[in-house]
């Protein structure tokens, strides 16, 4: 159905299907992220890693080796210095100072030997003796006042005394800070540009499958010669259609076969009953009593109602077969049921019988008309067969949602139980019938050919109501 | 039965032995200069020798299709009206198209009437209209087209709308037998068989009407085909 572009973007497959792709890819490469980002956090842990136990072997060595006096402070303090210029990561801009490495020597009783570092020692030397140190990794160390743990690595020297160098994680973090916003921004980029892409690809390939949707629900209702859009793809759109278009030649197919059988039928029929009923109407003008001629009448009248038989019951096939031809036109049913009404009022007030006409006023359907006469025709047919006198028929013309809704209905005797079950199978009809039993069959054919719907059913109050609904505009099932 | 001061001359094409024997007697008793041709060779041969006022062409031929004998015939000069028989159940769109170009079409079984009221309108159609008269005279019954009112022997009738219209269709093929479906037709736009008596009932209704006390009465019913209005 065109209608179908007008529904929300949000609602169409092609929609689902690249949202989920699109957190499949989402995940994908999100889990490469965290796997690279692991990789490159621990590659700077490393690093820090090798600077420290190298920074600290050298201290080591010096403190070993220079003498214990009064100088022995400011040697270290500059080696110190002088290491804490060469830190990894080090964010250059900023710091005048040195507030990220720190040097700390405890003796064997851990007494502070010396300290070289930002601010107090005490909650450096605090911490410190709180953690356990490896001699082969450094160790993560938190300070107390500082919200960034501190990587220290520790060796102990000849004198019994162990020395400290520690490095704070910050340049690190922000490193490693910087390279997670910028890995997301560029996952959301990625993200994005996948999912534009998916959609844009599934949208084309579905809108190959919607194309072929509306063909084939056109097809169904109109013409059975049409194809859905052939396509020349390999793929699996390009195979539907031509699956559809073989299912579709041997639909056709079967059609017109069946329609060549009813046809030849008709004609093997209808061509004896064409030269028995004029032979019948060449005697009919010869005979020139009432006596000879009532037989005639009678055959003729006979004959006309197996022709009407012959041609409902072709009818009532094809439509089982969904295989009735009609030649649509526009159609007011309120017209229509004003002419049905006037033309069977008399017949109906003959039998003591009333007919009312409730209409909304002007309603178009699509149909063929002359079935749709025919269908209307039968019913009121009906009704006034099998209504006892005295009673009332009531014809009602409702608008529903895109349909019109015809009901007739009576305060008879309603449908007999034996038949209520069957009623629109052929051949069926009440005890005291003498009609041929295909007008309800009939008539539900004729709706259904239509994309129509009919019940019939026995009224509370007494009584039987057919309700047929025929669609106001043709219908392309979606 | 009708006599025309030059009888139409009328070529009838038709396979079916029994129904091509009945079709020309009956064609014949009512005037026409019947030709009947089995197949299409005949017809074609036939249609080489004479000029035909209209034809009368059966679609299943056993040696051609209807309408390509139709189409054959045209491009060979042959202007006359066709009215197309068939026993099929399914229009050919080329008859659609033969229907359009002014030619008409009947299923089979028909009745005779139909047949003859079909082919009277095509020669009618093939002839140039006579000023259209807004009054229609049938023994002293007078209808006044304009005003839509109809006098018996000067008197007024009371008729509703639809009575009107059936009683001129009457009018307009008095002397001739209109069936039922064809009343249906022209009067109701129906192309529909009851199987119940509902025409009847107009026309008896009509009747009780037009046909008063002590007049002559003249509707009349031939049962088994259908009604005429008498004209003399």
């Known amino acids: 159905m065109s209608s179908k572009t007008g529904k929300p973007v949000m609602h169409s497959a092609a929609w689902r299907i690249s949202l989920w792709a699109t957190l499949a890819y989402a995940c994908g490469t999100m889990l490469v992220f965290v796997f690279m980002h692991q990789f490159i956090a621990q590659d700077i842990q490393r690093r820090s890693d090798a600077w420290l136990t190298g920074e600290v072997e050298v201290l080591g060595d010096v403190a070993e080796h220079t003498p214990k006096d009064a100088l022995y402070g400011r040697v270290m303090g500059e080696v110190a210095e002088l290491a804490s210029k060469e830190v990894p990561n080090r964010v250059r801009s900023e710091s005048s100072g040195n507030d990220s490495v720190f040097f700390l020597q405890l003796g064997t009783n851990g007494a502070m030997q010396l300290w070289a570092g930002p601010g107090s020692s005490e909650p450096y030397a605090a911490a410190i003796q709180k953690a356990t140190f490896s001699q082969d990794r450094p160790t993560d160390v938190n300070v107390a006042g500082t919200t960034i743990p501190f990587r220290v690595a520790m060796l102990p020297i000849d004198n019994g005394s162990r020395v400290y160098l520690g490095l704070s994680e910050r340049d690190q973090l922000r490193v490693l800070r910087k390279l997670r916003v910028r890995f997301i921004l560029w996952w959301l980029l990625l993200v994005a540009l996948g999912f534009a892409i998916a959609f844009y690809t599934t949208r084309r390939m579905l809108s190959h499958v919607r194309s072929i949707t509306e063909a084939a629900s056109r097809i169904g209702h109109s013409d059975l010669r049409e194809r859905v859009p052939a396509s020349e793809r390999k793929d699996e759109v390009g195979q539907l259609s031509r699956t559809l278009n073989r299912m579709l030649d041997r639909i056709e197919n079967s059609m017109h076969q069946l329609h060549t059988i009813t046809d030849s039928l008709a004609h093997d029929l209808r061509s004896p009953l064409t030269a028995i009923r004029g032979k019948l109407e060449m005697s009919l003008l010869a005979a020139t009593h009432g006596e000879q001629a009532e037989p005639i009448v009678s055959a003729i009248d006979e004959l006309d109602r197996l022709t009407e038989f012959l041609n409902a019951s072709l009818d009532v096939a094809e439509a089982r077969a969904d295989a009735l031809r009609l030649s649509r036109s526009e159609i007011d049913l309120d017209e229509l049921l004003r002419i049905m009404v006037d033309l069977y009022e008399p017949s109906m007030a003959e039998k003591g019988l009333q007919i009312r006409l409730r209409s909304v006023g002007p309603l178009t359907v699509e149909a063929d008309a002359a079935l749709v006469h025919r269908m209307v025709a039968n019913l009121f047919d009906n009704e006034l067969k099998h209504l006892p006198a005295s009673c009332t028929v009531t014809v009602r013309l409702e608008s529903g949602d895109g349909v019109a809704l015809l009901s007739v209905e009576d305060d008879g005797p309603g449908f007999a139980p034996e038949v209520s079950q069957h009623l629109f199978e052929r051949r069926v009809k009440g005890k005291d019938s003498d009609g041929h039993g295909l007008g309800l069959a009939f008539v539900d054919a004729v709706v259904r050919a239509h994309g129509g719907s009919l019940t019939a059913t026995n009224r509370e109050n007494g009584g039987a109501r057919i309700v047929l609904s025929l669609p106001t505009v043709p219908v392309h099932v979606a | ?232």
Request: charged share 30%; proline share 3%.
């Open chain 2, 1 to 232: 039965m009708m006599n025309y001061i030059a009888a139409m001359r009328l070529l009838l094409v038709e396979d079916e032995q029994d129904i091509r024997s009945f079709l020309r007697l009956s064609l014949e008793e009512a005037g026409y200069e019947v030709d009947a041709a089995s197949d299409g060779e005949a017809a074609e041969r036939f249609s080489a020798e004479n000029a035909y006022d209209i034809l009368v062409v059966d679609l299943g031929l056993p040696d051609c299709d209807g309408i390509s004998l139709i189409l054959r015939l045209r491009q060979t000069g042959v202007k006359a009206p066709v009215l197309i028989l068939s026993a099929r159940r399914s229009v050919d769109d080329r008859v659609r198209g033969l229907e359009q170009g002014g030619d008409d079409y009947l299923t089979k079984p028909f009745a005779l009437a139909e047949l003859l009221a079909r082919l009277r309108n095509l020669l009618k159609r093939n002839t140039p209209a006579i000023g259209e008269s807004t009054r229609l005279r049938v023994m002293d019954l007078e209808l006044d087209l304009l005003r839509r009112v109809a006098t018996r022997s000067g008197e007024m009738l009371q008729l509703t709308p639809q009575e009107f219209v059936l009683l001129e269709y009457l009018c307009r093929n008095a002397g001739r037998v209109v069936t039922r479906s064809m009343i249906l037709d022209k009067v109701w736009g129906m192309r529909i068989q009851p199987d119940t008596n509902v025409v009847d009932v107009h026309i008896y209704r009509l009747r009780g009407k037009v046909d008063g006390k002590g007049q002559q009465p003249l509707i009349r019913t031939l049962r088994g085909v259908g009604y005429v209005l008498k004209d003399r």
